[in-house]
């Protein structure tokens, strides 16, 4: 099938790639002219494990295009994804500016039937305002028709986690289709048969909301890990334990319960933000969600005060990081926890020196007066303690003994519990990690 992707994002671009990989013809489009003149010579224009070798391949087999104008890919296309990002406002509202204006450029090209399809993570019922916004647009021929509507509009929200984004389109939990017609449907299903996978089908608010409930739920699994944490340091427990305990019930399950410094990227934070708003704007105040929200927030000061309170003084103190992403596995840096640490420390005086394997020229564009080095040797070296901010799996690797040589002092805070296993204690390092009952 012939299908359209407006944006190339993150969401957009591997959508579209893996569109193109399970047998269909792909047109891209994004209107940041930059961006767009890198993908149109075969590089990615994002950090994605596995995306630049599939991209390259589509675009050799000639199943993956990467067009000037909304109106080339759909007139090109049968199906269009809306993949364009919808920010936050202040108030934390989902600004939905781009996703009205990709509406109306796509209602103004429209020469036959197309379905449109949303993709990118929107309020409830903005599917009916992208319906009103194509119906008022459409060319003149098709509105002296009446009645003879020559579109559909659908919902089709995105599961995907950065740094597992391929393997996760390939192997869903499950597809979400929001319809409101037998066609769209049937042409969603068509697009997702390859992944042979379960298809729930629902109306387009219903899948609106799924997508709002299952990263809020996400949240809310950390935020409590997160809470508990506090508890385990409080009264001696420890969390790895206390976790492993429940996630083995399987109405819990173990996943997404490991504490550390709170949630970030571009998803939970806004995506948080956007469904309290939502539910108050509907008469509804979401407390529990907003207490998540608060948790997070609760959970990175709680960090630094544990590093205050152990280094002692931080002012003049080098404080090596390690990782700066807002997880593993990307080059993603939108609301890391790493950005409010950092800030906090830098405010108090401390010399930041840091290292992640993906990140640190998104991380340049971000602060100020610090120094990036090439390696955890490099961040050790004089430091006063290291502070690991990011599970990357080269952090696993460290020699110890070699570290501890070059620190100024041994000390290490681990706020993602990435070398509980190591018994730093015993190879003579102060160390500290996240809920393990040790302050
Ligand atoms: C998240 C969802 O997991 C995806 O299903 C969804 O498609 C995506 O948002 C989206 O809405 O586009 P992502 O933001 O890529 O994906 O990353 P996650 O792996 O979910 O991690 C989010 C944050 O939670 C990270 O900062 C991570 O470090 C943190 N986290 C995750 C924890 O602190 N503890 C955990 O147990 C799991």
């Given at each position: 099938?012939?299908?359209?992707i407006?944006?190339?994002?993150?969401?957009?671009?591997?959508?579209?790639?893996?569109?193109s990989?399970?047998?269909?013809?792909?047109?891209?489009?994004?209107?940041?002219?930059?961006k767009?003149?890198?993908?149109?010579?075969?590089?990615?224009?994002?950090?994605?494990?596995?995306?630049?070798?599939?991209?390259?391949k589509?675009?050799?087999?000639?199943?993956?295009?990467?067009?000037?104008?909304?109106?080339?890919?759909?007139?090109?296309?049968?199906?269009?994804?809306?993949?364009?990002?919808t920010?936050?406002?202040?108030?934390?509202?989902?600004?939905?500016?781009?996703?009205?204006?990709v509406?109306?450029?796509?209602?103004?090209?429209?020469?036959?039937?197309?379905?449109?399809?949303?993709?990118?993570?929107?309020p409830?019922?903005?599917?009916?305002?992208?319906?009103?916004?194509?119906?008022v647009?459409?060319?003149?021929?098709?509105?002296?028709r009446?009645?003879?509507?020559?579109?559909?509009?659908?919902?089709?929200?995105?599961f995907l986690?950065?740094?597992?984004?391929?393997?996760?389109?390939?192997?869903?939990?499950?597809v979400?289709?929001?319809?409101?017609?037998?066609?769209a449907?049937?042409?969603?299903?068509?697009i997702?048969k390859?992944?042979?996978?379960?298809?729930?089908?629902?109306?387009?608010?219903?899948?609106?909301?799924?997508?709002?409930?299952?990263?809020?739920?996400?949240?809310?699994?950390?935020?409590?890990?997160?809470?508990?944490?506090?508890?385990?340091?409080?009264?001696?427990?420890?969390?790895?334990?206390?976790?492993?305990?429940?996630?083995?019930?399987?109405?819990?399950?173990?996943s997404?319960?490991?504490?550390?410094?709170?949630?970030?990227?571009?998803?939970?934070?806004?995506?948080?933000?956007?469904?309290?708003?939502?539910?108050?704007k509907?008469?509804y105040?979401?407390?529990?969600?907003?207490a998540?929200r608060l948790?997070?927030?609760?959970?990175?000061?709680?960090f630094?005060?544990?590093?205050?309170?152990?280094?002692?003084?931080?002012k003049?103190?080098?404080?090596?990081?390690?990782?700066?992403?807002?997880?593993?596995?990307?080059?993603?840096?939108?609301?890391?926890?790493?950005?409010?640490?950092?800030?906090?420390?830098?405010?108090?005086?401390?010399?930041i020196k840091?290292?992640?394997?993906?990140?640190?020229?998104?991380?340049?564009?971000?602060?100020?007066?610090?120094?990036?080095?090439?390696?955890?040797?490099?961040?050790?070296?004089?430091?006063?303690?290291?502070?690991?901010?990011?599970?990357?799996?080269?952090?696993?690797?460290?020699?110890f003994?070699?570290?501890?040589?070059?620190?100024?002092?041994?000390?290490?805070?681990?706020?993602?519990?990435?070398?509980?296993?190591?018994?730093?204690?015993?190879?003579?390092?102060?160390?500290?990690?996240?809920?393990?009952?040790?302050?």
């Open positions: 099938m012939n299908i359209g407006v944006g190339t994002g993150y969401v957009g671009l591997v959508t579209g790639v893996c569109l990989a399970i047998g269909h013809t792909v047109y891209c489009v994004d209107n940041d002219r930059e767009l003149k890198t993908l149109r010579k075969g590089i990615a224009t994002i950090y994605e494990p596995g995306l630049q070798e599939l991209m390259t589509q675009i050799k087999k000639k199943k993956l295009f990467f067009c000037e104008t909304i109106k080339e890919a759909s007139k090109k296309s049968l199906v269009i994804f809306i993949a364009v990002g920010p936050s406002k202040k108030n934390g509202d989902a600004d939905l500016t781009y996703v009205e204006n509406a109306r450029q796509i209602a103004l090209s429209m020469d036959s039937y197309k379905l449109i399809v949303e993709k990118s993570t929107v409830a019922a903005t599917g009916r305002r992208i319906e009103n916004t194509i119906k647009n459409l060319p003149k021929k098709f509105k002296e009446g009645h003879n509507v020559p579109f559909d509009v659908a919902s089709n929200p995105e986690r950065e740094g597992s984004a391929i393997a996760d389109f390939m192997n869903p939990d499950r979400v289709i929001g319809v409101e017609s037998k066609k449907e049937e042409l969603l299903k068509e997702y390859p992944l042979k996978t379960r298809i729930v089908v629902t109306n387009i608010t219903s899948a609106e909301i799924i997508k709002h409930a299952s990263n809020s739920f996400l949240a809310t699994k950390i935020s409590f890990a997160n809470a508990l944490s506090q508890i385990c340091d409080k009264v001696g427990a420890d969390i790895l334990k206390v976790t492993e305990g429940m996630g083995y019930d399987k109405r819990i399950g173990p997404f319960l490991n504490a550390g410094i709170g949630f970030g990227g571009s998803c939970f934070p806004k995506d948080v933000d956007a469904f309290i708003r939502l539910s108050e509907s008469g105040d979401f407390n529990l969600l907003k998540v948790t997070n927030e609760e959970q990175k000061a709680a630094v005060r544990l590093i205050e309170d152990k280094l002692w003084i931080i003049g103190k080098k404080i090596g990081v390690l990782g700066l992403a807002f997880k593993p596995n990307t080059d993603d840096m939108r609301n890391a926890p790493s950005v409010d640490i950092i800030t906090r420390l830098q405010a108090e005086g401390a010399k840091a290292y992640d394997p993906q990140a640190m020229d998104q991380a340049k564009k971000i602060f100020k007066g610090m120094t990036f080095c090439q390696n955890v040797y490099a961040v050790a070296k004089d430091s006063d303690c290291l502070v690991v901010l990011t599970e990357w799996d080269e952090f696993r690797q460290v020699d003994k070699r570290l501890k040589n070059v620190m100024r002092q041994p000390m290490i805070f681990d706020g993602r519990n990435l070398y509980k296993n190591d018994h730093l204690d015993d190879l003579g390092f102060e160390y500290f990690g996240i809920g393990r009952g040790v302050v």
